[in-house]
């Protein structure tokens, strides 16, 4: 069965600093991942997705993500970030053949002005 | 264009009434999930239409169930409730073909609370 783990519940990172949250997964074949963020008693909005390519990934607001298939994993990074980017992340694997999501348990991220 | 739109967003139940959530997805997109969000389970599968049928369903009890239309607007239905279905019903869309690059999008979610 496909599975992801986020092994961080929280993540605590200064305005300005890079950010990690990270994220490993467990399916056979291959695998299409995808991060979510969800605000404050707000829906899931869609950051980015792996497919197939390369594996730095851009997506929506400076947000970037690594595959690395040797490591299992998709680490969704920041460069620079902001005190607007504090929010349960989600990293996400997609059922094969299927349009049906497993998530991981999530990362609340806070980012300390 | 408009995203996944749900209705309606806040609710109070009580033990043993019945519940009904819509979902409107994003126009073009025939496939409709619905997702149950808790702070003890996370964010879990309930199921999944297509065509107005139902493609995937989740480890849900019967209580649980959907149809989706021809404008393939979807609902969800909750009978008999309990204290613990509370929760933050999710509706996600997508174009529903079976290529995996399709991004599925979600709606703000419906907050269901029983007394």
């Known amino acids: 069965a496909q599975s992801v783990a986020q092994p961080e519940d929280q993540v605590n990172v200064a305005e300005g600093n890079p950010l990690t949250v990270k994220c490993t997964y467990s399916v056979s074949g291959n695998p299409y991942l995808f991060w979510y963020v969800q605000y404050p008693n707000r829906g899931l909005q869609f950051l980015l997705k792996y497919i197939t390519g390369d594996n730095l990934v851009k997506g929506s607001y400076g947000f970037e993500a690594e595959f690395n298939k040797s490591q299992t994993s998709f680490h969704l990074k920041k460069p620079s970030a902001l005190v607007s980017d504090s929010a349960l992340y989600f990293c996400?694997?997609?059922?094969?053949?299927?349009?049906?999501?497993?998530f991981g348990q999530g990362t609340r991220l806070t980012i300390n002005p | 264009k408009a995203g996944v739109t749900q209705t309606p967003r806040y609710l109070i139940k009580t033990r043993g009434q019945q519940v009904t959530l819509s979902c409107s997805p994003i126009s073009g997109h025939r496939s409709v999930s619905w997702y149950q969000q808790t702070p003890g389970q996370g964010l879990q599968f309930l199921f999944e239409?297509?065509?107005?049928?139902?493609?995937n369903k989740g480890n849900f009890p019967g209580r649980f169930s959907g149809r989706q239309f021809s404008n393939s607007r979807s609902e969800m239905n909750v009978s008999t409730l309990e204290l613990g279905d509370s929760a933050l019903y999710l509706c996600a869309s997508s174009l529903g073909t079976q290529v995996p690059r399709n991004t599925i999008y979600f709606g703000e979610g419906s907050w269901l609370t029983v007394v």
């Open positions: 996400a694997v997609r059922d094969r053949g299927a349009q049906k999501l497993v």
């Open positions: 239409y297509f065509s107005e049928t139902q493609r």
